[in-house]
């Protein structure tokens, strides 16, 4: 489907084929299987063909008449009176049963063909044999019952004229009528004569031209010509399939749909990997995989944040997604890594209070984190963790899963806490639940300058993002852009970078020798230091 809104393009039809290559490999494959195993089974069939000619039945019934030539009405009507009734009763009595023939033209001549077909290739030519003599025979008894007809009404006529010229006697004063009597009796019998010769000569009207053969080989199966039907039927089906399939799905699928619906720009496209979601690798790709696909989004991702903190201010971002599963915690733990390779001091809050996961992606308990500090059980200090490997990424932690986390999250002591969090940190990165299931998302925008939307190519329904970023505009909470996540080559986008970047490895040396340039310590000091060091 195209999802932009215009108009299809060979591109959009390529994308779709794409997405849908395995429906339509099912359905060729279906086709190939049906008209094999027809093939197979079928019992062997013959056929035979028999040739009959049209042509003029010669002379008219009516002396001085002119031929007519045979035209493409002839040959139609031939067609059909070929399987007649009177046809078939004579097929009957001379075979026993009439099996059913076809007739057809033959290209575009005055030659018709009937074709029979039978399980011996004897009986199928006796077939068509016996039905074109039948309709042979039919065609001349029909002429000669017509020009016995005429004969007839000739006769009466003459005779009729011979009474009235007895009648008339030898009366003086009928000569006149009688002699017009008896001119108007010789023509009448000078064309009785002429009928009997043209009756005699008189031709069907239709030739058995060519006599119907055995065949050597049968009629059906024909394998290869069944299998090439078959794939043929099976494209069609699984192209039609494809489309329609494709029409109704309401995923999401392109970046221009994703910018349409959610009213921002799609700041970066992370290709699927499908081994995360299968636990078997890490989420972090910049640490893991460094030279991956994905890895290098989620530095375009950070590119692109970059310039747009030019453009106003952009210290507390929120991260979160339409529906569960669309890969917003992965983002937010890639992007906090790529930030903090870059020198940067970065803080992870984990404000998933339902279901938290950003601590397990490095490894960190979650015990210890924002609702021990809500409820004052902890110190922000206290439930600060710094990640292993990275000089200024720390992490702070969902804490115990509260029974109402929109209402401890909207309270006031949340406002202070991130006011904190903003002041001794360069970027903090809010992670969230989903906006439509619960408000905690919209909670949360209100403590963050911008929002970050995740959405899952394939996964995320067109009308979950456009209902996503109405629920931010009437909050009236900012949305920076969108992560098309889960990105797929079927999706029409590939994502091979080929840059060359080798053994490229993340250098946290040279990230804290970038810290320390900035004013900036490679050791988390305590919180009260961080303020009383951004105010000085």
């Given amino acids: 489907m195209n999802e932009s809104g215009s108009g299809p393009t060979l591109r959009s039809y390529l994308v779709t084929l794409r997405r849908w290559k395995w429906l339509v490999a099912v359905f060729v494959l279906l086709g190939l299987a049906i008209s094999l195993a027809l093939s197979l089974t079928e019992a062997k069939q013959y056929s035979a063909t028999a040739q009959l000619l049209v042509q003029s039945s010669g002379q008219g019934v009516n002396l001085g008449s002119s031929t007519q030539p045979v035209t493409t009405t002839d040959v139609q009507t031939d067609l059909q009176l070929a399987t007649s009734a009177p046809v078939v009763k004579a097929v009957h009595a001379e075979l026993g049963s009439a099996p059913g023939i076809s007739t057809s033209e033959v290209a ?132 039609g399939a494809a ?127 924002l609702t021990s500090v809500l409820r004052g059980e902890r110190t922000l200090e206290q439930a600060l963790q710094q990640v292993e490997g990275y000089d200024g990424l720390w992490v702070l932690g969902a804490g115990a899963v509260p029974s109402n986390p929109a209402e401890l999250l909207n309270g006031p002591g949340t406002r202070q806490l991130f006011a904190t969090l903003r002041e001794n940190f360069d970027l903090v990165l809010v992670d969230s639940p989903p906006v439509l ?57 590939g994502y091979g970078y080929g840059y060359g970047y080798g053994s490229y490895q993340p250098n946290h040396a040279t990230a804290a020798t970038s810290a320390e340039s900035n004013g900036h310590t490679s050791t988390p000091p305590s919180v009260s230091t961080r303020r009383s060091r951004r105010t000085q």
Avoid at 197 to 226: I, L, M, R, W
Avoid at 273 to 280: A, Q, Y
Avoid at 325 to 345: D, P, W, Y
Wanted: with cysteine; hydrophobic share 45%.
């Fill in 108 to 239: 575009q001549t005055n030659v018709i063909a009937l074709t029979a077909i039978s399980s011996s290739p004897a009986r199928a030519a006796l077939i068509a044999n016996t039905y074109a003599n039948a309709f042979v025979a039919q065609i001349r008894n029909a002429a000669i019952a017509n020009v016995t007809a005429a004969q007839a009404q000739l006769q009466a006529q003459i005779n009729s004229l011979s009474q009235q010229i007895k009648s008339l006697g030898n009366k003086p004063s009928a000569a006149a009528e009688l002699t017009a009597l008896v001119n108007q009796q010789s023509v009448l019998k000078e064309e009785a004569a002429q009928l009997q010769v043209n009756g005699a000569a008189a031709t069907s009207g239709v030739e058995f031209v060519t006599p119907a053969q055995p065949s050597a080989s049968p009629s059906s199966p024909k394998p290869v010509q069944d299998v090439l039907l078959g794939l043929a039927a099976g494209l069609v089906l699984g192209l």
């Fill in 243 to 369: 489309f329609l399939r494709d029409t109704l799905d309401d995923a999401l699928t392109s970046k221009d749909s994703a910018e349409r619906l959610g009213k921002a720009p799609v700041l970066a496209m992370v290709p699927m990997v499908s081994s995360w979601k299968k636990g078997k690798r890490s989420a972090v790709a910049v640490s893991s995989d460094p030279t991956s696909p994905a890895a290098e989004a989620y530095r375009s991702l950070r590119t692109s944040l970059q310039f747009a903190r030019q453009a106003h201010e952009l210290r507390c971002l929120l991260v979160t997604s339409p529906a569960s599963a669309e890969g917003k915690t992965s983002t937010i733990a890639n992007l906090g890594a790529v930030f903090a390779q870059s020198g940067e001091r970065v803080v992870l809050v984990s404000g998933d209070l339902r279901r938290p996961q950003l601590g397990a992606l490095f490894g960190i308990d979650e015990k210890p984190g």
């Fill in 437 to 493: 299931p619960v408000t905690d998302a919209l909670v949360l925008s209100a403590y963050a300058d911008s929002t970050l939307l995740v959405v899952a190519a394939g996964q995320t329904r067109r009308n979950q993002l456009q209902r996503t970023a109405e629920r931010f505009t009437q909050g009236k909470a900012p949305v920076v852009g969108i992560v098309l996540n889960e990105v797929t080559k079927e999706n029409g986008y």
